[in-house]
């Protein structure tokens, strides 16, 4: 499995995303995937399925200490109290004494970002969190974040395919030492049956998924979140590392870009856009 290194932080580029996965399927599919090879798992308290993810964590027979875990703490808990008190309740169903990542899942103007960053660097400095980082932030946010905290931001995790075009969060992340972990990487199934995509794994013996999350890990700081609730796309997703796009294929899926692209932005919470 390829790192990311950010800031001090070696994060799997390939990590196992549990997003709108009940629970039953967290225990059946985690602890296949950390057995297949994964080494990365991402959760968050809105999940609702934390306690699952700590259960088949400790069923995959994988050591904890090889598993890079990252948790999320929901905008409700952004108060300095609610929000330790949140990562002490992730940590007892994560079943874990720390987490590798804890990130802030979107921004939140009721609460100052200071509060919200200084409750990271606090939970971080207690020992409870490896590293921090955030989620759903716009550059002007990310670069707020960097100056209010004391410990180094690791990530920005956001939406990201072929789609949307992420360049100005790329660039920012990199000049501030950053990755950028990908989610919503299928863009919500669309890339499956893309001819441009099709047409690249062909001519690599792959499919247009496996093409969009090597086109991910390619990139320089970019780490890729997979899901799946199926046991061969499980092995399909991990079998990335074995082949490379060119720099004219690395073009041609970044031409795919569209100026609406972005699938992911809920009122209420989504910031103002790059």
């Not at 970002?113 to 990271?120: D, F, K």
């Amino acid at each position: 499995m390829h790192t990311v290194t950010a800031n001090g932080a070696a994060i799997p580029a390939l990590g196992f995303g549990t997003f709108r996965m009940p629970g039953p399927d967290v225990l059946r599919m985690v602890p296949q995937a950390l057995r297949l090879g994964f080494r990365h798992v991402d959760t968050a308290q809105i999940y609702g399925n934390e306690a699952e993810v700590g259960e088949a964590i400790a069923a995959s027979g994988v050591a904890r200490a090889d598993v890079f875990l990252t948790t999320k703490v929901w905008v409700k808990s952004y108060r300095h109290a609610d929000f330790v008190a949140s990562v002490e309740e992730s940590l007892r169903k994560l079943r874990t004494d720390h987490v590798d990542l804890l990130l802030l899942h979107w921004p939140n103007e009721e609460v100052p970002l200071a509060e919200q960053i200084g409750a990271l660097n606090e939970v971080r400095a207690a020992g409870k969190v490896r590293h921090i980082g955030v989620s759903n932030f716009s550059t002007a946010l990310m670069a707020e974040a960097v100056r209010l905290s004391d410990a180094p931001i690791v990530t920005n995790q956001v939406e990201y395919h072929p789609y949307l075009k992420q360049e100005v969060v790329l660039e920012a992340s990199r000049r501030a030492g950053m990755s950028v972990t990908a989610y919503y990487a299928m863009a919500d199934g669309k890339v499956v049956s893309d001819p441009v995509l099709k047409d690249i794994g062909a001519r690599h013996g792959k499919s247009a998924a496996q093409v969009v999350l090597r086109w991910l890990v390619q990139q320089e700081g970019v780490v890729a979140l997979s899901k799946t609730v199926g046991e061969a796309r499980l092995a399909e997703n991990l079998a990335i590392f074995d082949f490379a796009l060119s720099a004219e294929e690395m073009a041609a899926v970044h031409g795919l870009a569209k100026p609406d692209g972005r699938i992911v932005s809920p009122a209420g919470l989504a910031p103002v856009w790059d």
